[in-house]
């Protein structure tokens, strides 16, 4: 079984570019999330769909990010224009239940450094 | 919100001896979940072992437990006989049935595993 896919695994832009994050999640996941940790801080919850749905964006920091997740298969996380703020390691998690203790698989993560 | 405290950046051990994380937690709940994952330099981050708050036995897998004591929302991880592969970052996590599917992290411990 294929894991959780994450491109690019590393992005280096300039700030005021536009860059845009992909998700892989595992087959027949129908939850996928978004987390980011910023350098020596948390991880922290950016939001989560279920299937192309967007169930919970609570965690996302401003209207310069969108996620989406067309069809509920990948997903795709777009931040523009970027920020130096918005430097850190992208995570994409899938899950097959949406139970709270249904674990997360985890991609490798993006990092994203804004210049 | 909820928070979770890793007070220890870096930890080390040798192989084969016995380390124990320390996590706490702070929360007015009295439903939700503990987790341990770790993430090796390789980056993914994977899941080493789950508590549920309503069960008093700790949670133990292999060569992982857990010391979960609810009253002093404290939730550490012993490792026995460490291995060099053991060597990773370790995050903490909690998640509440009532704030959603977010997972809320620690700041993470990195375990270092010497010869």
Known sequence: EAGVTQFPSHSVIEKGQTVTLRCDPISGHDNLYWYRRVMGKEIKFLLHFVKESKQDESGMPNNRFLAERTGGTYSTLKVQPAELEDSGVYFCASSQYGFSNSP???GNGTRLTVT | AQTVTQSQPEMSVQEA????LSCTYDTSESDYYLFWYKQPPSRQMI??????AYKQQNATENRFSVNFQKAAKSFSLKISDSQLGDAAMYFCAYRSPNSGYALNFGKGTSLLVTP
Do not use: A, D, M, S
Request: charged fraction near 25%; glycine fraction near 0%.
């Open chain 1, 104 to 106: 997360l698989h985890f």
């Open chain 2, 17 to 20: 001896e016995t380390v124990t």
């Open chain 2, 47 to 52: 899941l080493v072992i789950r508590q549920e």
